[in-house]
C-alpha cells in the first residue's frame, strides 16, 4: 500500500452521473457539461498533507521551474485578497471529493496540504535523452525516493529529452512503481510536441482547429502548458491515486477527474475556444488564476461531483 495518507473505503460503489443536478434548477454559470460518467470504485484517494518531490530531469530552464513550482505552492497559500479567482479555489474543487466519500461528513471538508518539500536537479542526463517508461521511472523513481522518502515524486523533463508516452499519447501521466511508490511524470513539449499539448496558445495537429489563441500568462507557452498538464494529472492523482479511485472507463485506460474536462478552461467553452478568462492589459497574456508571488495561471477545469460537470474558475 502506498505510504501517503490514503483513506480507504469501503467497496460500496457509487455512480456520479453525468447527467446535470440541477441547483435550484440551474446549474452553475461556472459549469460545462461534457459526455463523462465519473465512477467512484470504493478505492483510497489521498488526503491530509501531500510532500512532493521536483525532480528536474536535465537542464530544465527557470521559467519552468518557477512556474510549475510556484502553481504548486499557491494551492494552498492565498495571494492578494483583491485579486480573484485564486489557485486556492481551484483547489477546494479537489479537495470535495473528500465529501462524496461513504460516511464523510460534509459541514466542514479538510485541507489537503501540497507541500514542496524538496527540489532535486538532475543535469548529468543519466538515463539518457530517450528515456522508456519501463525502464527508466523505476530507476529514477528508487534512485531519488531514497533521499525523498515517503514523497510523491514529480519528474519533470528538459526540452532536449524524449519520454516514451509523452507527447504520442498525453503530455504528462502517472502511475505506480512496485505497487508501493506513485509518481507523476511531466513532458517538456517545447521542441517535441508544442503542436500537442501547448493549446490553447498554439494550434494543434488534430481536433477541432482553433478560432483564437491565447497568449501565455507567463509569456513561455511550454511552461504555462507544463502547469495545465500537471493541474490535470495531479488532481487525477489526489482523486484516483491507485486506480480504484473516482474515475470513468475501464481502469487501464481511465479517464479521470482532471481528463475529462480537457481543453476546458472558462465559462462557454466549447471545442476549438477555451472560454471565458482574463487578459493581463500589461503582457496580453490570459489567465484565470491569481498565485503567490503576483503570478497568474491558466488552469483546467475539474469535475465537479456535486453538478455532474466540468467546473471552471470563470
Not at 149 to 159: D, V
Not at 217 to 238: E, G, H, R, S
Not at 299 to 313: Q, R, V
Amino acid at each position: 500500500m502506498s505510504s501517503f495518507p490514503i483513506r480507504i473505503i469501503s467497496l460500496t460503489l457509487f455512480s456520479i452521473s453525468f447527467l446535470p443536478s440541477l441547483n435550484n434548477g440551474q446549474l452553475t454559470r461556472h459549469s460545462v457539461l461534457t459526455r463523462a460518467k465519473i465512477v467512484y470504485h470504493g478505492g483510497p484517494i489521498l488526503i491530509e498533507t501531500i510532500n512532493v518531490a521536483l525532480i528536474w530531469y536535465g537542464n530544465v530552464s527557470l521559467n519552468k521551474k518557477e512556474a510549475i513550482a510556484n502553481f504548486l505552492k499557491s494551492l494552498n497559500t492565498d495571494g492578494d485578497f483583491n485579486l480573484q479567482p485564486q489557485v486556492t479555489k481551484w483547489w477546494k474543487m479537489v479537495e470535495s471529493y473528500q465529501a462524496m466519500l461513504p460516511g464523510a461528513k460534509h459541514d466542514e471538508v479538510p485541507k489537503i496540504i501540497v507541500n514542496v518539500a524538496k527540489q532535486i536537479n538532475d543535469t548529468s542526463y543519466k538515463y539518457g535523452r530517450n528515456l522508456t517508461i519501463g525502464d527508466f521511472i523505476p530507476k529514477i523513481v528508487k534512485e531519488h525516493t531514497k533521499e525523498a522518502k515517503n514523497m510523491l515524486p514529480i519528474i519533470i523533463t528538459a526540452k532536449d529529452v524524449n519520454m516514451e508516452g509523452v507527447c504520442t499519447k498525453t503530455c504528462a501521466y502517472n502511475g505506480i512503481v512496485g505497487n508501493i511508490t506513485l509518481y507523476i511524470i511531466l513532458g517538456n513539449p517545447e521542441l517535441e510536441c508544442p503542436r500537442k499539448c501547448e493549446w490553447p496558445f498554439t494550434q494543434i495537429d488534430s481536433g477541432p482547429k482553433s478560432i483564437l489563441f491565447l497568449q501565455p500568462p507567463n509569456l513561455d507557452k511550454a511552461a504555462d502548458a507544463m502547469v495545465i498538464a500537471l493541474a490535470t494529472t495531479l488532481a487525477d492523482t489526489v482523486t484516483d491515486p491507485l486506480k480504484t479511485g473516482f474515475y470513468d472507463g475501464p481502469p487501464k485506460n481511465s479517464i479521470g477527474v482532471g481528463t475529462a474536462c480537457k481543453a476546458i478552461f472558462g465559462s462557454g467553452a466549447f471545442p476549438g475556444n477555451p472560454g471565458k478568462v482574463h487578459i493581463d492589459a500589461h503582457t496580453g497574456g490570459s489567465f484565470n488564476a491569481h498565485g503567490i508571488k503576483d503570478q497568474k495561471f491558466l488552469l483546467p477545469a475539474i469535475w465537479n461531483p456535486k453538478t455532474s460537470s466540468c467546473w471552471t474558475l470563470m
